[in-house]
Every structure is written in C-alpha cells, then in structure tokens.
T-cell receptor, first 113, second 114 residues
Framework: EPEVTQTPSHQVTQMGQEVILRCVPISNHLYFYWYRQILGQKVEFLVS????????KSEIFDDQFSVERPDGSNFTLKIRSTKLEDSAMYFCASSEGGQGNEFFGPGTRLTVL | AQSVTQLDSQVPVFEEAPVELRCNYS??????LFWYVQYPNQGLQLLLKYLSGSTLVKGINGFEAEFNKSQTSFHLRKPSVHISDTAEYFC????????????FGQGTRLTINP
C-alpha cells in the first residue's frame, strides 16, 4: 500500500540553526501539506501546496518557514533559524485531490535545544 | 473560523466494553468531518469521514460515527473495544468550499484495560 514517508524520524538542532524536514508524498498525489503538533497540544495546520505554489498558510507559517518541491518526489519544509518553540512533531500529508483524502506520514520529531 | 472540541482528554475503558469519544465542532459554514487515529510512534490514520449522505458513517476497525447537525457533534463509537484500540483519537473538520486544510481537536487518549 502506498504511504507517505518522512525523514529523519528525529532531528535535534541548536537554536538559530536551519533545518530541513523531508517528505516523500504518495506518487500520484497533487496536494501536499505540513502540520505540526507541539507536545501535549493539538495538531495544527501549517501550509498547503498545490501546483508548485503555496495555496494556503497559517499564522504560524511566518518568514522563517518555507516549503519546496525540489523534484518530482520530495516535499520539504525548511525552518531558517529555529527557535525553542519550534520543537514539535511535524507531519507531512498528501492527497490526490479534494478534502478528506489526506494521507499522513509518520512525522519528524524536531527538538530545538 | 472553525474549531473542534474533544470533551474528554482521556478515556479508560475495559476490554470488550463499548466506548464513545465525543467531538463537537463550531463553524459558520458547512464542513466535512473526520476521525483520525494515532497509534504510538506512528502517523495519523484516517478512521472514517463524513462528506455527505447518511449521517451514520462506518469506518475501519469496527468504529462508526454519527453526524448530528443540530448539535454540531460527530461522536465516535465502538460497541466492543480491543486492547489494540489503545491510541490517540483526533476529530477534525475542513470547510467544504475553499482551503483544503484540516482543523483538529485536542485529541482523546483511549486506554483499554484488560
């Protein structure tokens, strides 16, 4: 069964460093998403991406964040200068089209020290 | 804006007992409704969804949920739980027209005791 994969599973970084979280969506999907879940809190939408551009982003997704689809298979989330409060589980998701068909990856746990 | 409230943060249940996990939502526009499950150290897996039609929807692993528009609720039920149902359960909504994003509730941790 096709699945969304994410690497690494756990990333530890120092405050102020740049991190890139990687995702490989399901191959025929057209819509891509990043969500995050701070420990003990709800899963929050960060950004959606379609047709090589951001279709929507939340207030959390400020100038420190960027997304890219550098090739036909990867979808990345970059945090330019990490803060302590960026520590969270980051989930990538993809869908073929339309609501209700998002498939989620297993997540990357980001720890900022 | 939409919001989702899961009234119970933790629900302990004995094996083979029935369970109901409660979810209420708030939205000024029509929404789609979802339940996701997260097993330990895994990603989110779709349990079931309501898009239209019958208000009673059946999902995987014997779960079902009923959409109640007047009460703005979408409670999840299972008549007899198993140890393997121990997980975190998330209710979510997305608006029917517009941005394709999910708004999640806080989650309910379901613990099944033998």
């Amino acid at each position: 069964e096709p699945e969304v994969t994410q690497t690494p599973s756990h990333q530890v970084t120092q405050m102020g460093q740049e991190v890139i979280l990687r995702c490989v969506p399901i191959s025929n999907h057209l819509y891509f998403y990043w969500y995050r879940q701070i420990l003990g809190q709800k899963v929050e939408f960060l950004v959606s991406f379609y047709n090589n551009e951001i279709s929507e982003k939340s207030e959390i997704f400020d100038d420190q964040f960027s997304v890219e689809r550098p090739d036909g298979s990867n979808f990345t989330l970059k945090i330019r200068s990490t803060k302590l409060e960026d520590s969270a589980m980051y989930f990538c998701a993809s869908s073929e089209g339309g609501q209700g068909n998002e498939f989620f990856g297993p997540g990357t746990r980001l720890t900022v020290l | 804006a939409q919001s989702v409230t899961q009234l119970d943060s933790q629900v302990p249940v004995f094996e083979e007992a029935p369970v109901e996990l409660r979810c209420n939502y708030s939205s000024s526009v029509s929404v789609y409704l979802f339940w996701y499950v997260q097993y330990p150290n895994q990603g989110l897996q779709l349990l079931l969804k309501y898009l239209s039609g019958s208000t009673l929807v059946k999902g995987i692993n014997g779960f079902e949920a009923e959409f109640n528009k007047s009460q703005t609720s979408f409670h999840l039920r299972k008549p007899s739980v198993h140890i393997s149902d121990t997980a975190e359960y998330f209710c979510a909504v997305s608006i029917i027209q517009g941005a394709q994003k999910l708004v999640f509730g806080q989650g309910t941790r379901l613990t099944i005791n033998p």
